[in-house]
């Protein structure tokens, strides 16, 4: 590369750079509206049945679509420490199981990629047991109440289907 090349990248990256930081912070105040919205607006049940937590679909006429505001309270672990009570307790209920949830390198890590992965191989793996194993598997703070968080589905966005609009 000559130096005008090298120059001219370092400049096309740092105004691209600040683009991004401002697209940014746009996006999240966008996120942290949508998120009022939800807790306001009319609430349903996720489309996992068998999940703690609830959704509201933000509408945009505009662009005909739906985007999902979920609020999950059951948030899946995604490592635990080996050895620990949980990861002797989570073995013990599970069995030969065990590998095909958690992983080892040096602490244990979900194999999943997501929790809705986890609890579909959950369900298929230990039937009526699933739910004691999950339970046992979701994070929770200090007081033991599951964690929760808000996620703006965006890959999740639809058409607004006018028969129910």
Sequence with gaps: MTPQQISQDIATAIEQRAVIKTAQVILKACEKRLE??????????LQEADREGRQFLARCPQLNLIVPVVFE???VIASL?????????????????????FAASG????????GQEFRQKARATFGLGAPEFIALCLQRDKAGIPKSRTIIAWDNARKIDPATA
């Design 81 to 101: 420490q080996s050895g620990s009570d949980l990861h002797q307790h989570l073995v013990t209920i599970s069995g030969d199981h065990f590998p095909l949830f």
């Design 73 to 75: 309270s059951d948030q």
């Design 107 to 114: 602490k244990l890590d979900r194999v999943q990629k997501d």
């Design 36 to 45: 009022l919205a939800g807790l306001e607006g009319d609430q349903i049940p």
